[in-house]
């Protein structure tokens, strides 16, 4: 199994939380993949231009050296990703369009999506991990 990590646990990953990063430690030992998205990407950036953070920069840019970044070049995704807000919005259920794309990316992509994020259990067909309240 494969993994995907949601923006709030590329966060945590940052702020050098324990339990997260013990997580990934096992299952890069696992020989399991870890991908981040390029919309997490965007949102940690985003976030680290309007602070002075020059640590958390640093690991953040460490951290996209060992994960290979998935971009939305498939249209595919972008098709999924239209569902899930067609789905989302008829049952109104509404969630963020940043994480409706990284949750497309995730299932057209095969991977289990970590989260943290109660938001993400409205996506339908969506594999999920919450390895902040997960043992």
């Given amino acids: 199994m494969d993994y995907l990590l949601d923006t709030n646990i590329v966060s945590l990953i940052i702020k050098n939380n324990d339990k997260i990063n ?25 976030g680290f231009l309007a602070l002075d953070a020059p640590r958390q920069r640093e690991r953040f840019n460490n951290l996209c ?23 989302l919005r008829l049952r109104g259920l509404p969630i963020q369009t940043e994480d409706i794309l990284i949750a497309a990316t995730a299932i057209v992509k095969g991977l289990t999506l970590v989260y943290n994020d109660r938001d993400l259990l409205r996506v339908k067909e969506l594999s999920l991990e919450n390895w902040v309240t997960d043992n």
């Fill in 22 to 46: 013990n997580k990934v430690y096992q299952i890069k030992f696992q020989n399991h993949k870890i991908f981040i998205s390029c919309i997490t990407y965007f949102e940690i950036r985003r």
């Fill in 65 to 87: 050296q060992d994960y290979q970044i998935i971009l939305l070049d498939n249209l595919a995704i972008l098709e999924k990703a239209a569902e899930i807000h067609a789905d």
